[in-house]
């Protein structure tokens, strides 16, 4: 697993990205710095990275880092969005999973903009 570290304004997140050629293709990419956007308790920006789609899911957890190959986007997965059914959240569309943030981010709940930067470590 590639490690990786998330500034999102004063906040720093350590995260792992997994074995998905998504992923290797982003950690490739890094770093990367962006104005970030919200969906109900999720971070999403785009990335200068053109990817396939690969092992797309609905079915995320709270910390998860996936790839939304609709809008060529990163996210972060800290809580419900409005496509939610229970607590967990779940993407507007399919995404692939390609890592997650270590420990809790709880912290992401206060933002109401988020500028984002993610480099390796």
Known sequence: MNK???FINDFKFEGEL???KVAQ?????????AE?????EEIYFGI???????????EVSIGDLGY?????????FYGKTPASIKDEPRPV?????????????????KLKQAKVKIIKN
């Open 68 to 76: 939304w190959p609709d809008g060529n986007g990163f996210c972060i």
């Open 4 to 6: 990786i570290e998330i």
């Open 48 to 58: 200068p990275v053109k990817i396939i789609k690969e092992d797309l899911t609905e």
């Open 18 to 20: 997994n074995h998905t």
């Open 36 to 40: 970030a956007s919200f969906w109900g």
């Open 93 to 109: 569309s399919p995404v692939t999973i390609i890592g997650k943030i270590k420990g809790s981010v709880e912290e992401l709940k």
């Open 25 to 33: 293709e982003i950690y490739n990419a890094l770093p990367i710095e």
